[in-house]
């Protein structure tokens, strides 16, 4: 069945510790988007690729990093610099053409805590 | 940068009641879609608006992308108990490269 695998479901980590989330897609889609959900709030964009070997900052891209050697895969790294990184993380892909570029496929998320 | 005001945050369903939100913005969207997100998962897409003025429906969930492309709502009737789960809008805007922005969420819940 195609879809977005991410994982781990839940992770924690200790303070100054870096950690990678996986997002692997079988749908063949050619953009893939990182978004962190917080509590009672919306999602709020970390990165995005929308070609391989190419990437770029969303909206709170400071403490993160991204990459994208592959169509399937775009790895998120929660770096030490993030400073409030406990969040619900998500992944999420498009075919990218067509005009429909919000219609988004999104994984299972990742549960980030840092203790 | 682009704001959505969603509302309600948060209300109570009664089986077999018609329930009602939207989500409003300054700003006019060329594209308005609707998520909605179960505990523990990640959202799925239900409706998609291209159109000023367009209503779409997905079984017992109407969409309307509003007529000023300032503002969307999202209607479901005869609601169940799996219809619990926090709904977003989202919007694009060409201008701004098609970047999604989401609203703060509605979650609805099951009255006691």
């Known amino acids: 069945d195609g879809g977005i695998t991410q994982s781990p479901k839940y992770l924690f980590r200790k303070e100054g510790q870096n950690v990678t989330l996986s997002c692997e897609q079988n749908l063949n889609h050619d953009a893939m988007y990182w978004y962190r959900q917080d509590p009672g709030q919306g999602l709020r964009l970390i990165y995005y690729s929308q070609i391989v070997n190419d990437f770029q900052k969303g909206d709170i891209a400071e403490g993160y990093s991204v990459s994208r050697e592959k169509k399937e895969s775009f790895p998120l790294t929660v770096t030490s610099a993030q400073k409030n990184p406990t969040a619900f993380y998500l992944c999420?892909?498009?075919?990218?053409?067509?005009?429909?570029?919000?219609?988004?496929?999104f994984g299972e998320g990742s549960r980030l805590t840092v203790l | 940068g682009q704001q959505l005001n969603q509302s309600p945050q948060s209300m109570f369903i009664q089986e077999g009641e018609d329930v009602s939100m939207n989500c409003t913005s300054s700003?006019?969207?060329?594209?308005w879609l609707w998520y909605k997100q179960d505990p523990g998962e990640g959202p799925v897409l239900l409706i998609a608006?291209?159109?000023?003025?367009e209503l779409t429906s997905n079984g017992r969930l109407t969409a309307q992308f509003g007529i000023t492309r300032k503002d969307s709502f999202l209607n479901i009737s005869a609601s169940i108990p799996s219809d619990v789960g926090i709904y977003f809008c989202?919007?694009?805007?060409?201008?701004?490269?098609?970047?999604?922005?989401f609203g703060g969420g509605t979650r609805v819940l099951v009255k006691p």
């Open positions: 999420a892909s498009t075919r990218g053409a067509g005009g429909r570029t919000g219609e988004l496929f």
């Open positions: 989202a919007g694009q805007i060409k201008a701004a490269g098609n970047k999604l922005t």
């Open positions: 700003s006019i969207f060329n594209t």
């Open positions: 608006l291209y159109k000023a003025g």
